[in-house]
DNA sequence: CAGATTGTTCATAAAATAATGAACGATCTG
DNA sequence: CAGATCGTTCATTATTTTATGAACAATCTG
């Protein structure tokens, strides 16, 4: 039980190392996710730490993460103490999940620090303001691009 | 000349820093392209240094990386024989210059990845396979949307 | 051409990020 | 209740990423 990789599943485990890779998420977080991908049964802490060969630490925390936007879902396994987790196969809980923990935050700080810029712009020589507010219009116009973006993709992954 | 920079300077210099940082660029591209962004005039390799308190070889990197994507436009200053950059200010040209660069290969990548992996699945026991089989296209469904999703999102960031 | 100036590269240093594993608290088991 | 089992936390270590700056090549200047 418990054996190491296989060669599929190191490749399907490469595949997800690299989505985290690309949303700035650790390495080890791609890799629980990709083995609870490809697992037909639920897997334990323990058997993770096995098969990815990985400290239990980083084993709690990579599910931990996971948890945190739904991309893995706790499951009850009758008659063992341990918990058990599958991986959360429907795209769209996943990505909103992901936009709400990890991006959101950050999409409102910006907002705060426009409204701090408005203020410092008052102080500026008028050539200078001039452009300067030109150009924190532009910025505004990104930042609602971007928010009016979101939702939309949001919703162009359709519900399965 | 080229003094520290201002309050609001660094107020928009952080907004980009985020920005870097949610995009896996090193803190210093960010810099540099805020101070750009909001610089009138175009500025040189000295200029940003110093106005940055940065290395010269982090400033000449981040500025390969930014022209590497279009993110900067290098401009001719008569009389002078250094090189000039002003911020390319239509985000569209930016994130197609960024998608292009830095996301595109990393999906073809994937593509292949999966071609493989359909050719290990055959050496599955029966019921795993089938198991597998499922995941893996649902896989390949992602994949899709994805690539779908991406021309769009760069048709929605209209121009101008 | 000799000397300056400018931008790039790359080995090294510094800083940031992730992984480890021992210590701990909580829960179960007999 | 005493011991065992589990999962989490966090100080430390290891790894990866980024910044530095000296060396260099290319170009200009008189």
Redesign the pocket.
Same mark, same amino acid.
């Given at each position: 039980m418990a054996a190491a990789l296989s060669e599929l599943e190191k490749e399907v485990v490469n595949i997800f190392v690299r989505i985290a890779g690309l949303l !700035?998420?650790? =390495? !080890?977080?791609g890799e629980l996710y990709g083995v609870l991908f490809i697992s037909p049964e639920p897997m334990? &802490?323990?058997d993770l730490m096995r098969k990815l *060969? &990985? !400290?239990? #630490?980083?084993t709690?925390? #990579?599910? *931990?993460i996971l948890r945190s936007f739904g991309a893995v879902n706790p499951v009850y396994v009758a008659g063992? =103490? =341990?918990?058990f987790f599958t991986a959360e196969a429907e795209l769209r809980k996943i990505v909103a999940g992901f936009v709400n923990e990890q991006i959101r935050p950050h999409l409102n700080n910006g907002k705060e620090r426009m409204m701090r810029i408005e203020s410092l712009l008052i102080e500026e020589t008028p050539d200078r303001k001039e452009f300067i507010a030109e150009r924190m219009e532009r910025l505004q116009g990104w930042q609602k691009r971007a928010n009016a973006l979101l939702p939309f993709a949001l919703n162009f992954i359709k519900p399965e």
């Open positions: !700035s998420l650790p =390495r !080890s977080v334990c &802490i323990d *060969k &990985i !400290s239990k #630490g980083s709690s925390q #990579g599910l *931990k063992d =103490r =341990r918990d």
